[in-house]
């Protein structure tokens, strides 16, 4: 899918940060809070999605999830296209469903 030359992307955050007391709660709260400010949308449990114009546009919001990672925990970030996005398969227990829709998202070109 392309668009004047851009290729839509998806960046997809995943992370493991300690919970255990207050301090790492907080660090965590705030870097979900960073990832939700930057537009992205919760998938699952620790796994936040954001839809990009184009590759250019993933590198910014790679770069502030990277600026945005606290000192403990570890936070993997991946950029698929939107093709790669459609063929994504979910399974609920043994019954297979269809993705849920993107979440609808503002692009300012």
Known sequence: MHLSGYRFM????MFDLPVHDKPARKAYTRFRKSLLKDGFAKMQFSVYIRHC?????AEVHMRRVETAVPDDG???VICITD???ERMRVFWGKARRPPEP???QLELF
């Open 53 to 57: 114009a184009s590759r250019e546009n």
């Open 74 to 76: 570890e936070v993997r």
């Open 102 to 104: 993107p979440p609808a």
């Open 10 to 13: 998806w960046v997809v955050a």
């Open 83 to 85: 093709k790669q996005f």
